[in-house]
T-cell receptor
Framework: LAKTTQPISMDSYEGQEVNITCSHN???????ITWYQQFPSQGPRFIIQ???TKVTNEVASLFIPADRKSSTLSLPRVSLSDTAVYYC????????????FGTGTRLAVRP | DTEVTQTPKHLVMGMTNKKSLKCEQH?????MYWYKQKAKKPPELMFV???????INESVPSRFSPECPNSSLLNLHLHALQPEDSALYLC?????????????FGPGTRLTVL
């Protein structure tokens, strides 16, 4: 099971693009990379998932280099409501992996 | 319906009480999970049910007893808890669709043990 490493915290201002990088040096061939967002006293919420290259949805983009040893979650034009903890998870449920939450990145967006 | 519901939202109990947390989903998911989350810490996996059978137990103390009556329901029975068990208890479900499996979380039950 690949272990992930993220910055503990990040600060940003409204309207800026925020990039949060996750390191997963021992990612396995079948592993997917998934990002979750969590607000205080709420359950985590799925943001985006990818395997390689770039994935984009209505809220974020996920960039994965060819070696897949890291990934970057990109949040375009953040607002105050994006203040939350962001978790990167790596694993393959079909192989019996239990997805483990790392320490996450606490993002603070300021006016 | 793309929601996981949990009841109650808040629970206060004494160390000698017996209580149960309930979780329900109607998305047809075949995997359900219990997590425990302490303040400012990541969720910690407690139990995984796959096709209504316990598949992963992260060596959780026996004072926590999970039950999966059917594919839509997941209970967590609590007995003789300790104050350090106070936490947010999260339930999640996933389709069990392999590597792309996404977990959907409920809002959690805030448990306080006195």
């Amino acid at each position: 099971l690949a272990k992930t490493t993220q910055p503990i915290s990040m600060d940003s201002y409204e309207g800026q693009e925020v990039n949060i990088t996750c390191s997963h040096n021992n990612i396995a061939t079948n592993d997917y990379i998934t990002w979750y967002q969590q607000f205080p006293s709420q359950g985590p919420r799925f943001i985006i998932q990818g395997y390689k290259t770039k994935v984009t949805n209505e809220v974020a983009s996920l960039f994965i280099p060819a070696d897949r040893k890291s990934s970057t979650l990109s949040l375009p034009r953040v607002s105050l409501s994006d203040t939350a903890v962001y978790y990167c998870l790596v694993g393959d449920i079909s192989s019996g992996d239990k997805l483990t939450f790392g320490t996450g990145t606490r993002l603070a967006v300021r006016p | 319906d793309t929601e996981v519901t949990q009841t109650p939202k808040h629970l206060v109990m004494g160390m000698t009480n017996k209580k149960s947390l309930k979780c329900e989903q109607h998305m047809g998911h075949r995997a359900m999970y219990w997590y425990k989350q302490k303040a400012k810490k990541p969720p910690e996996l407690m139990f995984v049910y796959s096709y209504e059978k316990l598949s992963i137990n992260e060596s959780v103390p026996s004072r926590f007893s999970p039950e999966c009556p059917n594919s839509s329901l997941l209970n967590l029975h609590l007995h003789a808890l300790q104050p350090e068990d106070s936490a947010l208890y999260l339930c999640a479900s996933s389709p069990l669709a392999g590597g792309t499996d996404t977990q959907y979380f409920g809002p959690g039950t805030r448990l306080t043990v006195l």
